[in-house]
């Protein structure tokens, strides 16, 4: 670990008096706190410190305390820089490339950051308390590689803005020579001096470049517009999730409808710096939004504002919320995201109407939700048929039916690949279309090539959207990238921490890597658990499996098939494991499904993956092969899924691997 005071040496030569206290004020809190962790101090280099750990958790929690100290009235402007890697110590020094590069990621942060390197960041990627943020990849001096560098998340640190880093990087050639000049290099370190003093009153402005859009209240005099106001605050999220701003996700926030809980409760669950909430009112077609955005600290109303806009530019109204908010914040907008944004198209007011009604019902995944949206989004394109959005809602539907279960392929295909080719046509430089683009590429087409390339261009078009991350990230285990695919899941789940998909994906991620206790743990974690989530208990019971827990396994078959109101299914598990145990269970549960499957349909993915469970290996292989010729949208997974692992050595299964 390094630390530096920023503007140290010029505080000297204005106050040599308050820079010796400042600086006996910043050892007593370094060794205090570094001794609390375990950690040694190696050397004091003036205004700078060089530390060791044993533990990379140490080192860490120990930089987040130490800014937190840091920060306390009257602040002390520190930069911090950990890395992880082999050093050698002698009784006067030490010495190993670990320790220049740590240095080099101290010198990208700004007073209040605990800044980390990719390794650092590799372990403690389980450590649920010490979240981060990628900050991109850098070229240090004397370094033939670009290096990922990350910041601390934390309510109470400060995260660098992208024009703040500036730190030890490779230079190009004519920056060198400008620097040589002795004249222009004093000149510049004065300039430099005299910003620091001027900017230092800000330097210590709370991190607030992470908000939350609480549900809109309805003040439109008409209770039929719920739907209206409901899909409004979706849209609001999602632009400003387009343009880079951290804002949590849209499943998270319905959670907080009439909540009773205060803004400084919300923004600690969610671990934001700032929330809006406002309400939407309406006149014939003039459409306006009345928000307010709070400290979530403080409670304190940073302002309100009015925004009111014809319906039909409704995309100007976004445009002036999201300005802003990003000028608050003090937050540069990606000049190519906002030149997207100034270019949206504008759409009839009732098919955008139509739209976002049918966008709330189909994050229901119900059978009677996804129905209904089918209807809003085809009366969408009856006022607009060129409408890209809605035109993806249509492929969402089917894809949400297949993700449930209710359909087949062979059912899908045609209407969900005519879908997308018109959403292509009409949006395809939309985020969303994108999206789905990847999803049916990767689940329903088997096109590794093109789905890769469509998520990462819908990314690139919205970089903060949860359900994407998360998708991605299955999408990066299939392609055999753990590491990236942890990376995505991580990501998904920060940005929407309370949606039950979210979690469940996230989950499977753990399970595909082997990590069992943490996708247990993430399951039963009651603060975040959403009851009798279907695709969360699917999860869970696989868990259980693979940790050889069958009573608990059992019990969450049974109770997946009572929330069905399958009781006859529940009834069969209960019984056959009373009678044989686990293994015998599902033994019979598959030999039940099988004789259904002549009268309903019942995907051959499922009946061949509790085969696996129960041990019968041919049978399993056999159903896998079914699976295969119906072109199960499940299949991507065998190439990670542990449950598979004993099957992975029979020729048949290499072969099913090669075709796929």
């Not at 030569?13 to 010796?20: F, K, T, V």
């Not at 910041?151 to 020579?177: E, T």
């Not at 540069?332 to 009839?348: C, G, H, S, T, Y």
Request: net charge negative.
């Amino acid at each position: 670990m390094f630390t530096d005071i920023q503007g140290y040496t010029a505080l000297m030569q204005q106050s040599e008096r308050e820079a010796l206290e400042i600086r006996e004020r910043h050892r007593k809190i370094f060794e205090s706190i570094t001794e609390a962790h375990s950690g040694q101090i190696i050397q004091y280099y003036g205004d700078g410190t060089l530390s060791i750990f044993d533990s990379t958790v140490d080192a860490v929690k120990c930089g987040r305390d130490l800014q937190r100290a840091f920060l306390a009235e009257p602040p002390i402007p520190v930069r911090i820089g950990i890395h992880t890697g082999d050093i050698l110590l002698s009784d006067q020094d030490i010495i190993g490339d670990s320790v220049n590069l740590a240095s080099r990621v101290e010198s990208l942060g700004v007073p209040g950051s605990v800044l980390v390197s990719g390794k650092v960041a590799e372990e403690i990627r389980n450590q649920d308390d010490l979240r981060l943020m990628s900050l991109g990849r850098f070229q240090f001096k004397n370094d033939d590689k670009k290096r990922e560098v990350l910041a601390l998340d934390d309510p109470d640190l400060v995260i660098p803005r992208k024009k703040d880093l500036k730190g030890k990087l490779q230079r190009p050639g004519w920056q060198g020579k400008l620097f040589r000049s002795p004249a222009l290099a004093g000149f510049i370190a004065v300039i430099i001096v005299l910003a620091g003093i001027w900017l230092y009153p800000t330097l210590f402005r709370p991190n607030t470049n992470e908000l939350a859009v609480l549900p809109l209240m309805n003040f439109t005099n008409n209770e039929t517009d719920e739907q209206l106001v409901n899909g409004l605050h979706i849209a609001l999220v999602t632009e400003l999730q387009k343009v880079g701003l951290v804002t949590r996700g849209i499943t998270s926030m319905l959670r907080y409808r009439n909540t009773d809980k205060s803004i400084r409760e919300i923004a600690k669950e969610l671990t934001v710096g700032l929330l809006l909430e406002g309400s939407v009112f309406r006149a014939d077609e003039q459409l306006g939004i009345n928000l307010s955005m709070i400290d979530g600290k403080s409670e304190h109303v940073i302002w309100t504002r009015t925004f009111e806009e014809d319906f039909k530019d409704v995309g100007i109204l976004y445009r002036k919320v999201i300005g802003d908010v990003a000028d608050e914040i003090q937050m540069a907008m990606d000049p190519e995201l906002e030149a997207r944004l100034n270019r949206q198209q504008q759409v009839d007011p009732q098919a955008y109407k139509a739209y976002l009604t049918g966008k709330q019902y189909w994050y229901q995944l119900t059978r009677e939700s996804l129905e209904l949206a089918e209807q809003y989004f085809k009366r969408a394109l009856a006022y607009e048929p060129e409408y890209g959005p809605a035109h993806a809602g249509i492929a969402a539907v089917w894809g949400g039916r297949l993700q449930q279960g209710m359909v087949s392929y062979a059912d899908t295909r045609e209407t969900i690949t005519a879908a997308m080719a018109e959403a292509l046509k009409y949006g395809g430089d939309l985020a969303e279309v994108q999206f789905w683009q990847g999803a049916f590429n990767t689940w329903w087409e088997w096109n590794w090539e093109d789905a890769g390339k469509a998520f990462e261009k819908s990314i690139e078009l919205n970089p903060n959207s949860p359900e994407t991350h998360a998708y991605y990230s299955h999408y990066l285990l299939t392609m055999k990238r753990p590491e990236e695919a942890m990376q995505h899941a991580e990501i998904a789940v920060e940005q929407d921490p309370f949606n039950g998909l979210i979690r469940a994906i996230y989950g499977m991620a753990l399970n595909f890597s082997r990590n069992y206790d943490r996708a247990i743990q993430v399951f039963e974690d009651p603060s975040k658990q959403v009851p009798d989530d279907p695709i969360a208990l699917s999860t869970l019971r696989t868990s259980y499996h693979l940790t050889q827990q069958y009573d608990k396994a059992i019990r969450i078959w049974e109770r997946s098939y009572m929330i069905r109101r399958d009781t006859v299914a529940a009834n069969l598990v209960h019984e056959a494991f009373a009678d044989g145990g686990y293994h015998y269970a599902l033994e019979k549960l598959a030999e039940f499904l099988i004789e259904r499957s002549r009268n309903a349909y019942v995907t051959p993915w499922q009946i061949a993956t509790i085969y696996t469970r129960a041990g019968n290996k041919e049978q399993a292989i056999d159903w896998l092969e079914g699976a295969y010729l119906t072109h199960d949208s499940n299949m991507p997974y065998i190439s990670i899924d542990p449950i598979f692992d004993d099957l992975r050595d029979d020729p048949r299964f290499i072969s099913i691997m090669k075709t796929m």
